[in-house]
Every structure is written in C-alpha cells, then in structure tokens.
C-alpha cells in the first residue's frame, strides 16, 4: 500500500503561470515533508522541506503548503520556466526525519512550455 | 565541488556476478543512505547508517546484499549472484541534523543493467 501518493503522472503549464504539484499521504506518523526534483540521468535535488508544526514554507518561486488535516501538500512554481522541466516527488518522513528512511511518491513530470 | 558522489557510475554484468559500488558523502554528514529507483517509481530505501553504524535496513535489502561504512565515511553497497531483478538505479544520500530535521541530499547514483 503506497503511504506517499502523487495521482497525476504528469503536468504541462506554460512558461510564466503558476505549476501546482500535489501529493496526499496516509500515515499519520509523518511529521517531516520534502520535495525534490529530478532530471534524467541525475539524482534528486533537494527543493524545499516542510515541518508538520508549519502550514506553509517559501523559497523564492517554490512554496510548499501542508493541509494536515486533508493529509495532503502541494508544491508551487511561480513563475514558472523551461528549465523547470523535470520529475518532482513528493518524500515524507517520521520524527522530523531522524527516523532514516524517507518514503517516496512516484513523481510527476512537470513541462513548462515556452 | 563538495556534494555526493558515487562510482561507477554505470555498470553492465552478467546475471550471477558479484558487484560493488562506492558512495562518498557530503564530508560533514554524518548519515549515509541508500536507494534503490526503478523505471516509474520513487526512490526505495534499502539501509542508512549514522558514522559507522547501520541503523536500519528495509525487507528489499535481501541476504544477496550488503552494505558497510568501515570507518564512517565513503560506503560501499554489494550486490552478490546479481539477478536481472536487480536492475536499477542505486541511489546514495547523505544528511546531517539541521535544526530538527534531517535533509538528505543525493548524488548522481550508479545504473545497474544485469543481462
């Protein structure tokens, strides 16, 4: 059973607009979300992080939010650009990470038209 | 450049052969992870260690796999009697505690095809 879900496999925007990738989970254990991108042929890379005591972390055009009752996140691109082409997945961890293992989605691929 | 690096980073064998991949963390990480990824899926966590102690492994790692960290730093993760199962990506993270949290960042990761 898939503790980390990211139900649409893909998502096309066009260059400028807003990207929203969303990511729902069923552990109640998870307190420590993550989202990183990945091109091919690379490993991830780390994007931003959120604790469950926050609802809402930025870092300059991603901003992560958290609806811990809906048990979901999303991830948002604004604007966004071409080279942000790639596989986001969504991760979740227990006890802010220190647990060891993260849990994975199975990624969305994103394409930003230009 | 400072960030994890693994080697090789492809490697093609035939099914029953034994291989071995090296990872070298972020220097001042302390936490050293592996993955495994397969074509449409996330990563999947196999073992981690914190210096040289291996604090947990999942069900995937099976007896045919091991991992050390001798001396708490670079890691090696064997694979013995391969299998064309095993094909994947396998993926080393390093983290250290930031605050309250760990976050882990990856290196590029070694393909393995088993023929």
């Known amino acids: 059973d898939q503790q980390v879900k990211q139900n649409s496999p893909s998502l096309s925007v066009q260059e400028g607009r807003i990207s929203i990738l969303n990511c729902d989970y069923t552990?109640?254990?998870?307190?420590?979300f993550l989202w990183y991108k990945k091109y091919p042929a690379e490993g991830p890379t780390f994007l931003i992080s959120?604790?469950?005591?926050?609802d809402k972390n930025e870092d300059g055009r991603f901003t992560v939010f958290l609806n811990k009752s809906a048990k979901h996140l999303s991830l948002h691109i604004v604007p966004s650009q071409p080279g942000d082409s790639a596989v986001y997945f969504c991760?979740?961890?227990?006890?802010?990470?220190?647990?060891?293992?993260?849990?994975f989605g199975k990624g969305t691929k994103l394409s930003v038209k230009p | 450049d400072t960030g994890v690096s693994q080697d090789p980073r492809h490697k093609i064998t035939k099914r029953g052969q034994n291989v071995t991949f090296r990872c070298d963390p972020i220097?001042?990480?302390?936490?050293l992870y592996w993955y495994r990824q397969t074509l449409g899926q996330g990563p999947e966590f196999l073992t981690y260690?914190?210096?040289?102690?291996?604090?947990?492994k999942s069900r995937l790692l099976s007896d045919r796999f091991s991992a050390e960290r001798p001396k708490g730093s670079f890691s090696t993760l064997e694979i013995q009697r391969t299998e064309q199962g095993d094909s994947a990506m396998y993926l080393c993270?390093?983290?250290?505690?930031?605050?309250?949290?760990?976050?882990?960042?990856f290196g590029p990761g070694t393909r393995l095809t088993v023929t």
């Open positions: 993270a390093s983290s250290t505690r930031t605050g309250a949290t760990y976050e882990q960042y």
């Open positions: 552990n109640s254990m998870f307190d420590y």
């Open positions: 959120i604790s469950s005591i926050k």
């Open positions: 991760a979740a961890s227990a006890r802010g990470g220190s647990q060891g293992n993260l849990i």
């Open positions: 220097s001042e990480h302390n936490r």
């Open positions: 260690f914190q210096n040289e102690a291996q604090l947990e």
